[in-house]
C-alpha cells in the first residue's frame, strides 16, 4: 500500500511586475536541475534511475526534508483486527510547475509482505478509508522554515506552516522587508487542504462511505473519490485499488495518479488566481488562464520515454506525453472542461460536492486520458 497526502500551492507573485522579491532559481523546466536547490529545503533531482524502491511518474521534484521532519512510523489498527500493520514515512517532496501551481506531498508506504500476512488470516474485510485517512493525517510533523519558529501539528494542520516556510526560502532575503511574509502568505501564496491518494495493493478492498464515487477503469480495476471527515475539515480522498503489488503499478494506474495530482494542483491555483482577480473587480483573464494550462501542459510532455531502461517506466512516459501532445493543440477545449471545477473550488464545500468534484476529474482522466494513454500503448506510431 502507498499514501501520498498532497496540499496544493499557488504561488501569484511571478503574475507581478516584481514578482514581489521572489527567486528565479532553480529553474524547473531546466533539462537537468540536480545541480540546484532550494534554500532551506533541500535540493532538487530528477527521478530516480534505479537502486531504489519508489513509485515513479514525477521527472523532477525538490526534497524538502530539512522543512518538514516526521516523527516516527505508524503503528495502525482497524476495531476487529488482531494486529496493527507498519505504516512507514517514506518520503517528502516539492513539486512546481515553475510558475504558479504545485504541491507539497508526503509519501507513506506499507510492507506487502506484511500486508499479505495480515489479510491471510481472513479478520480484516477491507481497510476503512475514513480510520486510515483519520490515521495518517494526525501523523505529528515538524516544520521549520528559515528564520521562523519551528512547529509541530498534525500533518493535516500544517498546511500554513509549510507555506510560511516556502515563501521565507524562495523570496529574496533583501526583499523581505519590502514584501513582508504576512502580507505574501494569503495573498500571492495560498497552500489549499490535504487531498490523499491511496494505492490499495494486492486486491484489497476498499470500505467507503456512501458519498464516495466509484470509477472502474479497464484493465486498472476502480477507483473512489471519498470524503473523510476530520475534526477540522473535509479531506478528499482517491482510492486506486489495484490487483497489483505496491511497486508493480501499471502504466495506466500511474496516469491517472500523476495527471490527477497536476490537473488537481492547477485547479487550486486557478482559482486562487481568479478570485484575486474578482476582489479586484477586474475580471480573470482567460488568456492567461489558457497560457498557464499550456505550461502545465509542457511540463508532462517532457517525460521523455528514451531516458527509461524499465518498460512499463517507457509505457507510462509515452502514454503522458500523448495526453500532454493530443492536447496541444485544443487547450482552449481542455480549459472549458476545467473551468467549471475551477468555480466549483470556490463555493462552499459540502462533503458531496466535494466528492462530486473530485469524481468528475478523475472521471474525466480515467475516460479521456487514459484512452489516449492507452491508445498510445496499443498503437505506439498512432
Not at 524538502?64 to 494486529?83: H, M, S, T
Not at 481568479?274 to 479586484?280: E, I, L, P, Q, V
Request: proline share 4%; hydrophobic share 40%; net charge neutral.
Amino acid at each position: 500500500m502507498f499514501i501520498a497526502v498532497q496540499f496544493p500551492i499557488a504561488d501569484l507573485r511571478s503574475l507581478s511586475a516584481d514578482a514581489r522579491g521572489r527567486l528565479d532559481v532553480p529553474d524547473w523546466n531546466a533539462d537537468d536541475p540536480s545541480d540546484k536547490f532550494i534554500r532551506g529545503f533541500g535540493r532538487m533531482a530528477l527521478r530516480r534511475k534505479g537502486g531504489h524502491r519508489e513509485l515513479r511518474g514525477e521527472r523532477v521534484f525538490a526534497d524538502f526534508d530539512q522543512v518538514a521532519r516526521f516523527q516516527g512510523p505508524i503503528e495502525y489498527r482497524q476495531l476487529g483486527w488482531a494486529q496493527s500493520i507498519r505504516i512507514e514515512p517514506w518520503y517528502r517532496r516539492l513539486y512546481f510547475d515553475g510558475s504558479i501551481a504545485g504541491r507539497f506531498e508526503f509519501g507513506f508506504l506499507a510492507d506487502d509482505l506484511a500486508e499479505a500476512a495480515l489479510f491471510e488470516g481472513g479478520v480484516p474485510n477491507g481497510y476503512d478509508i475514513a480510520a486510515l485517512t483519520g490515521a495518517i493525517t494526525a501523523v505529528p510533523i515538524k516544520v521549520s522554515g528559515l528564520d521562523l519558529l519551528a512547529e509541530t501539528a498534525p500533518l493535516e494542520d500544517i498546511g500554513n506552516a509549510l507555506g510560511a516556510a516556502y515563501v521565507a526560502a524562495t523570496t529574496r532575503r533583501a526583499e523581505l522587508k519590502r514584501y513582508p511574509m504576512a502580507e505574501t502568505f494569503g495573498t500571492h501564496v495560498a497552500v489549499g487542504n490535504p487531498m490523499v491518494a491511496i494505492r490499495l495493493s494486492g486486491d484489497r478492498p476498499a470500505i467507503v462511505g456512501h458519498e464516495s464515487r466509484r470509477i472502474y477503469v479497464p484493465d486498472c480495476g476502480t477507483a473512489h473519490v471519498a470524503v473523510c471527515k476530520s475534526a477540522r475539515r473535509d479531506i478528499q480522498v482517491l482510492v486506486q485499488e489495484s490487483r497489483f503489488g505496491t511497486f508493480d503499478e501499471r502504466p495506466a494506474e500511474r496516469v491517472i495518479r500523476v495527471i490527477f495530482s497536476h490537473l488537481n494542483a492547477f485547479i487550486f491555483a486557478a482559482s486562487c488566481y481568479k478570485g484575486a482577480f474578482d476582489m479586484k473587480g477586474t475580471g480573470t483573464d482567460r488568456k492567461r488562464l489558457a497560457d498557464l494550462l499550456a505550461n502545465t501542459m509542457r511540463r508532462l510532455g517532457k517525460f521523455r520515454p528514451d531516458e527509461l531502461e524499465d518498460p512499463v517506466d517507457r509505457q507510462f512516459a509515452e502514454s503522458v506525453r500523448a495526453f500532454s501532445e493530443g492536447h496541444a493543440g485544443r487547450l482552449d477545449s481542455l480549459l472549458i472542461q476545467l473551468e467549471g471545477l475551477i468555480v466549483e473550488t470556490q463555493r462552499p464545500s459540502t462533503l458531496a460536492r466535494i466528492a462530486d468534484k473530485g469524481g468528475r476529474l478523475v472521471k474525466w482522466v480515467a475516460e479521456i486520458a487514459v484512452k489516449e494513454a492507452v491508445d498510445k500503448m496499443i498503437k505506439p506510431d498512432g
